[in-house]
Every structure is written in structure tokens, then in C-alpha cells.
């Protein structure tokens, strides 16, 4: 073969390589094992069979009633004193002061969850509301009463009584969803009711500081105002979340919703329909985050930092389990408590009265402690137990980690309006540009313990902190009381 020929058969042999790997690369085949779920060509269908389970939600409130103002007098014998009482008449029954009471409405969302007539709704959409009217696809109004409702996650459900069973759906598996899976939401936005929008899930376990239990799917399926309360569906069919919040500057969707999930709305809604309220979970403490330099002090390591204990309620479920201060939950019940936010969810849905198991980190070790579960709102509020040290013998003073401290005399109870019961160390002073300023500790602070031991003299502070530096630390996690009695953790630099 020539070396022309040789060459136009390699460059032949290289196009027909590069071919073979771009029909490959771009084939059904892989592009179906590059992505996850294809989108649906359309949703006509899905949607279809849900929208009569959707409905339409008005409300109306009679607004406190407004005095009216006393008419104005044309002068007497004025040609405009008959046309002054007349129309003055006319507006106010027969003139002079009157009550008048205004109508107040507003539209929101629900879906029926039960064909006998049960419908489920955000709480704000019917909170105040004198009379609640259930819109229906098919042209049907119906009177709803209330069955039950709960502020802290925004549900409400109603009862309405149809000559003839309803279309309900379920509730679907909120865990399954993935950020990326398509969902529909169906509602009643600015009154256009049966409006389908649809989307994906663009994040999951959204904290909007609405609530002590928020826990939101974010979507950029369009919700605007009136969709509150209405479903946001899986592409089975099933109810994963209740559409209650956006974030617009505008009032109108930018793609930013929120919804409650279906495994938070659920057993809400079990509750209320079998109670008539909700009745959640309670072990009497306080809890509060483990930040990095608080996680290397406790040695906690992981992603999972659970949440630590920074007050125990002295006859709460938890103390009667031997739950300290200090303490970091890691597991409660079976469940991994992932961060703070994590454990009030999870004791809210665990059954009252049920012995659970709770796995805690106690100076460095795992522990298991056994406690049984009481009720959130049988709970008499109480400041959560703090460890009161011995009365120190006389009064010293210290200084370390940009800290100033002394034993509690009778003059610093009166300067800092210490309580008379105060015992301990007591922070006196904090220099200026201190990790310490930074953590945002103040003169009057009691200083309770130092890595987790009970300090009860400047003398004590100061051996704890010389026992740090020789182990190699590089942080002091106290706990602190300030005046009105609330605990806190606080990692400081020893440096």
C-alpha cells in the first residue's frame, strides 16, 4: 500500500472510531442511564383525575364594628337642609351615630382527603373566619364546619356533608421525593380556581423560620395567592405536601414555594380527626445547636452533630431518664437526631407515653438512656434545671479567656441583680476584642461549667483551663446562665 492510501485509511479507520463513540455517547441508551426519570410529554392525563379532589375555599369575617360619624347639620333654614337629611338618612338607617359591622373574605385552597366529606386546608386560609364555604369543581358550594386546626404547622380540616360521595385522594411517602422529581400543584390562585402548575422539588427540609417544626419542600411549581392550602402532587397521583407560603416581592410566584410535606401534614390530620386536636410529644428540655467549635469541644465528629441539651426541666420525662445538661442527643427513638432542628420534630411525632431509647454523646462517650414520653400540652411551662454549684468559701477573683470572674458576693448580687439564691463564679469583666465579646458574653453571666465540670470558684476556672491546654485544645466549651436564669454553651478560644 502507497503512503497516501495508508494515511487516507487511518484518517478512515479515526472517523469511523469518533462515530461509533458519538452514536454511543448520544444514544436512547445512555442518555436514559444519564438521566434519572424523563419528563413527561405531557400531564393532561394525571391531571385530569385529580382536579375534582381540588377545591376552592371562601371565608368571611365580620370585621369589629365601626362607629359612624355624626352627620353634618346644613344650617337651619337652608335650602340644603332637606337634601342633608335625606341623604345622611339614606346611609345610616335614620341618621345619628350608628353600628356597622363590614364582611371581611379571603380565598384559599383545600382537597378532600375522605369521600364521606373530610377537607384539608392551611390554617391561616380559615383562621378567624364567622362562616367557611367549600367551592366545589362541579358548581356545588357547601357550608364547612371545623374540625380542628394547628398553628404550628399551618393545617386545618374541615367537614362538609355531600348528598353524594366525594373524590378523595391519599397522602403519599414526602421522603421518597429527590430534588430534581417533578411535582404538580393544583389550587385556586387569586380566585382562578382548577389552576395546574407544574415543577420539580428544588430542595428539600426547608427552614423559613415559620415554625418550631418547619421542614418544607421547596418548589418552583408557580404558587401564588390562593393557592394556600391546596395539594402538591407526586406523578402518582398522591398528596406529597400542602402548598402554604411563597417568597415574592411582587405578591406573584417567582418559583419559590413552600410546602408542609405529607409525612409532617398526616398525622396532623389523624390527630385532629380522632381528637379533635393535636397531641404531641414532650421530654422537657432545651435545646440548643452545635456549632463547629462547640462540636470539637465535645468531641462530636460527623456530619450528623446532633443536638445538645442546655436545660433540663427538673420533673420533665427527660431528667426522670437521666438526660443531663451537656448531653448531645444523637438518636432518639431509633430515629438519627441530624442537628438541632431535627429533635423537636421527632419527640413532637412520637406517641405519648411510649418508652423510647435515646442515644446521647456524655463527655466524650455514647450512652443509652431510657425515658417514656410525655405530652407537649399538658406541659406547664418551667425554666428548664440548671446545676447550682456550692456556695464558694470566700470570695476570690480570676482572669482567663478574656474573662474576668469572681465568687458571688452580696455586692455583686446588687450591681448585677444577681438572684438572691446565686451561687458560683460570676463574670465580672470581658475584654474588648475577645473571642469571648465576640461570643457575646456579658458581665453578670454565671459561668455554671467549664468542659463540662462544675466549677465553683475562680481557682476551679482556672485548673480547668490550664487541663485543656495541656490535653492539646484549642477551645473552652462553658455553660452560662445569664440573669433571668436561661442556659447557654459557648465554645471560646483558649488562645
Given at each position: 500500500m502507497s503512503e497516501p492510501a495508508a494515511r487516507k485509511a487511518i484518517r478512515a479507520r479515526r472517523a469511523l472510531a469518533f462515530a461509533l463513540a458519538a452514536a454511543?455517547?448520544?444514544?436512547?441508551m445512555a442518555l436514559a442511564s444519564a438521566q434519572a426519570r424523563p419528563a413527561p410529554d405531557s400531564?393532561?392525563?394525571?391531571?385530569?383525575?385529580?382536579?375534582?379532589?381540588?377545591?376552592?375555599?371562601?371565608?368571611?369575617?365580620?370585621?369589629?364594628?365601626?362607629?359612624?360619624?355624626?352627620?353634618?347639620k346644613a344650617p337651619e333654614g337652608s335650602p340644603f337642609e332637606e337634601f342633608f337629611d335625606e341623604f345622611f338618612n339614606k346611609r345610616n338607617g335614620q341618621g345619628g351615630p350608628q353600628q356597622r359591622q363590614r364582611k371581611q373574605s379571603s380565598l384559599g385552597s383545600g382537597f378532600v382527603v375522605?369521600?364521606?366529606?373530610?377537607?384539608?386546608?392551611?390554617?391561616?386560609?380559615?383562621?378567624?373566619?364567622?362562616e367557611i364555604v367549600v367551592n366545589f369543581p362541579d358548581g356545588t358550594k357547601l357550608t364547612a364546619e371545623l374540625v380542628g386546626k394547628d398553628a404550628k404547622t399551618d393545617i386545618a380540616v374541615l367537614r362538609v356533608k355531600p348528598t353524594k360521595p366525594l373524590k378523595a385522594v391519599k397522602f403519599g411517602?414526602?421522603?421518597?421525593?429527590?430534588?430534581?422529581?417533578?411535582?404538580?400543584?393544583?389550587?385556586?390562585?387569586f380566585g382562578l380556581g382548577?389552576?395546574?402548575?407544574?415543577?420539580?422539588?428544588?430542595?428539600?427540609?426547608?427552614?423559613?423560620?415559620?415554625?418550631?417544626?418547619?421542614?418544607?419542600?421547596?418548589?418552583?411549581?408557580?404558587?401564588?395567592?390562593?393557592?394556600?392550602?391546596?395539594?402538591?402532587?407526586?406523578?402518582?397521583g398522591e398528596v406529597v405536601g400542602i402548598n402554604t407560603a411563597i417568597i415574592s416581592p411582587s405578591g406573584g410566584s417567582i418559583g419559590i414555594g413552600f410546602s408542609v410535606p405529607a409525612n409532617t401534614a398526616q398525622p396532623v390530620v389523624e390527630q385532629i380527626?380522632?381528637?379533635?386536636?393535636?397531641?404531641?410529644?414532650?421530654?422537657?428540655?432545651?435545646?440548643?445547636q452545635v456549632t463547629d467549635d462547640i462540636a470539637?469541644?465535645?468531641?462530636?465528629?460527623?456530619?450528623?452533630?446532633?443536638?445538645?441539651?442546655?436545660?433540663?426541666?427538673?420533673?420533665?420525662?427527660?431528667?426522670?431518664g437521666g438526660i443531663e445538661v451537656g448531653d448531645v442527643v444523637l438518636k432518639f427513638d431509633g430515629k438519627s437526631v441530624r442537628d438541632v432542628r431535627d429533635l423537636p420534630r421527632i419527640v413532637a411525632d412520637t406517641p405519648i407515653d411510649r418508652e423510647v431509647e435515646v442515644v446521647v454523646l456524655r463527655k466524650g462517650k455514647q450512652e443509652t438512656r431510657k425515658l417514656t414520653v410525655g405530652r407537649l400540652e399538658e406541659a406547664e411551662?418551667?425554666?428548664?434545671?440548671?446545676?447550682?454549684?456550692?456556695?464558694?468559701?470566700?470570695?476570690?477573683?480570676?482572669?482567663a479567656l478574656g474573662l474576668q470572674f469572681s465568687s458571688v458576693t452580696d455586692e455583686l448580687k446588687t450591681r448585677f441583680k444577681l438572684k438572691p439564691d446565686a451561687k458560683g463564679v460570676v463574670v465580672t469583666g470581658v475584654d474588648d476584642g475577645s473571642n469571648a465579646q465576640e461570643k457575646n458574653i456579658q458581665p453578670g453571666d454565671m459561668l455554671i461549667e467549664v468542659a463540662q465540670e462544675t466549677v465553683q470558684t475562680p481557682a476551679d476556672v482556672a485548673a480547668r483551663i490550664e487541663a485543656l491546654k495541656k490535653d492539646g485544645k484549642k477551645t473552652a466549651l462553658l455553660l452560662l446562665a445569664n440573669r433571668q436564669g436561661d442556659v447557654r454553651f459557648v465554645a471560646v478560644s483558649i488562645d
Open positions: 454511543t455517547a448520544f444514544s436512547p400531564f393532561a392525563d394525571l391531571a385530569e383525575g385529580l382536579l375534582d379532589s381540588v377545591v376552592n375555599i371562601s371565608t368571611s369575617q365580620n370585621a369589629p364594628a365601626q362607629k359612624e360619624v355624626t352627620p353634618p375522605d369521600a364521606s366529606g373530610i377537607v384539608v386546608t392551611n390554617n391561616h386560609v380559615i383562621d378567624g373566619a364567622d411517602d414526602a421522603q421518597k421525593l429527590r430534588v430534581g422529581d417533578w411535582v404538580l400543584a393544583i389550587g385556586n390562585p382548577g389552576s395546574v402548575s407544574a415543577g420539580i422539588v428544588s430542595a428539600r427540609d426547608r427552614n423559613i423560620n415559620s415554625g418550631p417544626y418547619d421542614n418544607f419542600i421547596q418548589t418552583d411549581a408557580a404558587i401564588n395567592r390562593g393557592n394556600s392550602g391546596g395539594p402538591l402532587f407526586n406523578m402518582s380527626l380522632k381528637f379533635g386536636e393535636t397531641r404531641r410529644g414532650w421530654i422537657g428540655v432545651r435545646i440548643q470539637e469541644s465535645l468531641g462530636v465528629s460527623g456530619a450528623e452533630k446532633g443536638a445538645l441539651i442546655a436545660g433540663v426541666n427538673d420533673d420533665g420525662p427527660a431528667a426522670k411551662p418551667k425554666n428548664a434545671a440548671e446545676k447550682t454549684p456550692p456556695p464558694a468559701e470566700e470570695a476570690k477573683t480570676g482572669a
